[in-house]
Structure formats: structure tokens, C-alpha cells
């Protein structure tokens, strides 16, 4: 479909538009450019450039997504280090106000390992020296209550205690914060502490867990940064970005470089876009019908009042071609040029520069150390210039 209004391709337009290749904005995957159009803030590309008087809409956006195996694994991991830790280092982290330093000592030596005091009962807490039976109690309450929102609410309490190295911390397993914790309990995946370290046993369903995630402020600000970046690319860039039929990144900067900015090219007639080199009549006809309809003029217009940048130096053409028609590869260390420089050069004079030799290469240009492409130029009969002769060659014009 080439009707750049067909609404079931904006999405894809859109992905298209803001991909590496083309205007490289960061954080616009495919599946945010999805949910920013489903929310109404995407119509057009050129509503991109608004976003940033939306911060606060970009932030509260969410996305419901799986915790997927990656996760999954890390968390597991992190169970299996925390399931060996010794019980008091853990009940002096966790600060228990019902439990003294000296209890705590004393679970550590009838309960060493954080796992052996989780599956403890409240007779075998009563009965260790040192423990008051009350601090017996609130300990099963804390660790494993009847209800799955209580172990929520009572971690969440330790975490508000704690402040902000805590939460990121959670119970002291890496990567098990409050949200995760209060999704297991809704997935039913644990109820009690204890049950986190038979969590293995679950693998699958943890991985599969869905749950729900918020954009956030930080990627919002990263993604209207980026954005506001792209106003800079080159206008070989922007028209890719156009997604008109047949003008890929390699006709964009033909076009670019011959015309200048975009708005010659779209008032370049038929016969104007033709004298482009690379250029034939079907992509003649794509380029008209966009710039021609009322959706491509305000397509670019739009994005030009938004502030892209419409312009591009012109590529310095010599007056004569002299190697029009030509294909040129370099091969080895070029002591005059870079490599950068003689590809420019090759085609400012007509010529294509060419990574790799073959039947169809003119001119192979050799520096210091040749590789195998030498060998090769030679097998094929090649001509070979020194740097010398490929400068000549081209002042003769």
C-alpha cells in the first residue's frame, strides 16, 4: 500500500519513522510507538515533536507485560544465595522492633540458616533459649500469616523502615522488591516467606507471572531528549524516514546531496528527479505521488514547522566525471587519504566505491600492506593505481 493515510499502517509508519536506520530516537520500540498510539498521543510523525509538552502522560503510561525466564532465573538465583544466610545477620538487617540483638543472637544458633528459621513452628521458637514467647509469636506472624497480603503488608512495613536502600534490598534477596513480592502473593505463587524457597518448584508459572509496569518520569525525559536529537539528522535521514515507496537510505542521499533540502526535491519535477543518477522512472512516480498528495505535503511540512532539519549540503560534483561509470576499490593504507576521503572523491568524479573486488571492478587503488584483494585483482586482469596515479586520474578533468 503506497497511501501514506491507510490507518492500519500508521503504527507501522511510525516504528518506521523513529528506527535506528532512519531518525534513531531511543526508548520508540515498536511496542511504545503501539501504545502511543492507542493512547492518542501519535497521529502523525510530526506529533512526536509535541510529546514533550507530555511528560507527564509519557510517564503514566503502562505496559503489561511477563516476568519471562530471564528473570525468573536471576530471582531464583538470588533465593538459593539468600537461602544460606546466616539467621541473625538477616534479623539484624531486617530490624524487627520485637526483636532484641540478643534473641536474635540466640535464633542464630538454634536456627542458623535464614531457611531453618522460616519453617520453624512456634513450638520449636518458644522452645529456644533466650526467646520469650511472645517474640515467638510475632516472629510466625511476621514471617508466615495466614493471609498472603499480611506477609505483604508486614514487608512493606520493614521496607518503610528501612527507607530507600531497604527497598531496593526488599527482605535481602537481590531483585525481589515490593511490587514483586505483592505480585507473587496475587499470582499465588507464595503466601508464607517460606514459601519463597520452594519457589524453584515453580519455575514456569514465574516466568510466566504478568504483570504491570509505569514508563516512569526517567524514560520519559530520555525519550523527548532523544527525540528532540533527531530534529538534527541529515535530510538524507528525514526523507528515509518518509517511507516513500523505492527511496531507501541509499536514494534518500542521492536526492539529498543533488537536490540540497526538501523542499527543492518536492517540487522537483519529473524530469528534474530523473537527472539523478541511481534514479529511474518508478521511483520518479513514488516520489511524485507523495510529495503530490495532501498527506506527503503535510507529512513534510509538519515536520519541518516542528523544527526537523530540512537541509543537507550539496555534494560537491566535478565538473567533469571522470570516472563515471566506474568501480573503485581500495585496498591497503592510503598515506594521502582516508579511506573516508577517496570514497568521496570517487564519487564526486561518478564512480562507485566498492568494498570487494569482482569481474565488475574498474580500478583497484593499492596502499601500503594489501590484503587478499590484490591477489584477487590480479587474477581478474584489474587495473592498479598507487595513490599517485589515482590522483592524476582524477585532476585530469
Known amino acids: 500500500c503506497i497511501n501514506p493515510s491507510c490507518p ?3 503504527v507501522e509508519r511510525l516504528r518506521f519513522f523513529c528506527a535506528r536506520d ?9 511496542e511504545l510507538v503501539e ?14 515533536y509535541g510529546l514533550r509538552e507530555r511528560r507527564d502522560d509519557l ?65 520449636q521458637l518458644k522452645a529456644t533459649k533466650g526467646v520469650a514467647p511472645r517474640v515467638a509469636e510475632e516472629l510466625v506472624a511476621f514471617f508466615n500469616p495466614p493471609d498472603g497480603s499480611l506477609l505483604v503488608r508486614n514487608l512493606q512495613e520493614v521496607q518503610k523502615r528501612l527507607g530507600k536502600r531497604g527497598r531496593l534490598e526488599a527482605i535481602g534477596v537481590g531483585g525481589l522488591g515490593e511490587g514483586r513480592i505483592d505480585r507473587l502473593v496475587r499470582n499465588g505463587l507464595i503466601a508464607r516467606y517460606a514459601d519463597l524457597f520452594a519457589l524453584h518448584q515453580k519455575r514456569d508459572q514465574l516466568a510466566a507471572m504478568q504483570f504491570v ?12 531528549e532523544s527525540i528532540e536529537r533527531s530534529k538534527l539528522q541529515a535530510l538524507a535521514r528525514v ?26 526535491i518536492a517540487e522537483a519535477s519529473a524530469d528534474e528527479l530523473q537527472q539523478v543518477e541511481g534514479v529511474g522512472p518508478e521511483v520518479v512516480r513514488s516520489i511524485r505521488l507523495f510529495f503530490d498528495s495532501g498527506v506527503g505535503r503535510r507529512t513534510w511540512q509538519s515536520l519541518r514547522d516542528a523544527g526537523v532539519n530540512m537541509k543537507q549540503p550539496k555534494e560537491r560534483r566535478a565538473v567533469k566525471q571522470a570516472l563515471l561509470g566506474k568501480t573503485i576499490v581500495v585496498t591497503g593504507t592510503l598515506k594521502q587519504y582516508s579511506r573516508k576521503e577517496i570514497e568521496d572523491l570517487v564519487k564526486q568524479h561518478g564512480g562507485k566505491a566498492a568494498s570487494s573486488v569482482s569481474k565488475n571492478t574498474d580500478y583497484l587503488v593499492v596502499g601500503e600492506n594489501p590484503g587478499s584483494k590484490l591477489e584477487k585483482a590480479r587474477e581478474l586482469g584489474i587495473q592498479l593505481l598507487d595513490e599517485g596515479s589515482f590522483a592524476r586520474l582524477i585532476e585530469d578533468v
Do not use: C, W, Y
Open 59 to 123: 510517564g503514566e503510561l503502562t505496559f503489561q507485560t511477563t516476568f519471562g525466564q530471564t528473570n525468573a532465573e536471576k530471582l531464583l538465583a538470588a533465593i538459593e544465595a539468600h537461602r544460606m544466610q546466616p539467621t541473625e545477620h538477616v534479623l539484624t538487617r531486617l530490624k524487627l522492633p520485637f526483636v532484641s540483638q540478643a534473641e536474635a543472637r540466640a535464633l542464630g544458633v538454634a536456627f542458623p540458616i535464614i531457611e531453618a528459621l522460616a519453617h520453624a513452628t512456634v513450638g
Open 213 to 224: 509496569t509505569t514508563f516512569g518520569k526517567k524514560n520519559a525525559d530520555v525519550l523527548v
Open 8 to 10: 492500519a499502517q500508521l
Open 239 to 264: 526523507l528515509a524516514a518518509l517511507n516513500i515507496r523505492h527511496v531507501g537510505g541509499a536514494t534518500a542521499e542521492l536526492l539529498a546531496e543533488d537536490f540540497g533540502d526538501m523542499e527543492t
Open 35 to 48: 501504545k502511543l498510539v492507542a493512547h492518542g498521543l501519535l497521529r502523525t510523525a510530526a506529533d512526536l
Open 22 to 30: 532512519q531518525m534513531h530516537i531511543d526508548q520508540a520500540g515498536p
